[in-house]
């Protein structure tokens, strides 16, 4: 199985992302990701990016995706960093030829690196 990139969100790549997609309420949503459950800042970043990607801008989303995100992380990371990956599911997964699989990868990693820079 070919290996997925992990992204590494750093303090300012993730404040950067706020501003841009909560210019009006930058703090009360940083305070919001603050209460997301990570063994490391590294991880919180991370876990903050996803729940910022799978808000898309909608204020509202945030506390749901948060609540999402506290009880099984892997959910959030899969939707907001692998949507083409996690839609295949994990038996599937060993069922698809490596050159598709990596494709999908490539592809769900575009997206992804094409949100945080736009």
Same mark, same amino acid.
């Given at each position: 199985?070919?290996?997925? =990139?992990?992204? @590494?969100?750093?303090? @300012?790549?993730?404040?950067?992302? !706020?501003?841009?997609?909560? =210019?009006?309420? %930058? @703090? ?16 919180? $970043? ?11 801008? $909608? ?13 099984? %992380? ?6 907001? @960093?692998? =949507? ?6 994990? !038996? ?5 030829? =490596? ?5 999908? %990868? ?5 997206? %992804?690196? $094409?949100?945080?820079?736009?």
């Amino acid at each position: 199985m070919e290996n997925q =990139p992990v992204a @590494e969100i750093s303090k @300012e790549i993730l404040e950067k992302l !706020i501003r841009r997609d909560f =210019p009006e309420s %930058y @703090e009360i949503v940083k305070q919001k990701l603050d209460l997301i459950k990570s063994e490391s800042l590294n991880g919180q $970043n991370r876990l903050s990016a996803a729940v910022l990607k799978l808000s898309n801008g $909608n204020f509202s989303k945030i506390d749901l995706c948060i609540k999402m995100c506290n009880s099984d %992380y892997r959910d959030v990371i899969s939707q907001a @960093e692998y =949507p083409r990956v996690s839609k295949v599911g994990f !038996i599937e997964m060993e069922e698809i030829k =490596p050159s598709e699989l990596k494709e999908y %990868y490539l592809e769900d990693w575009t997206e %992804y690196t $094409n949100w945080i820079n736009k």
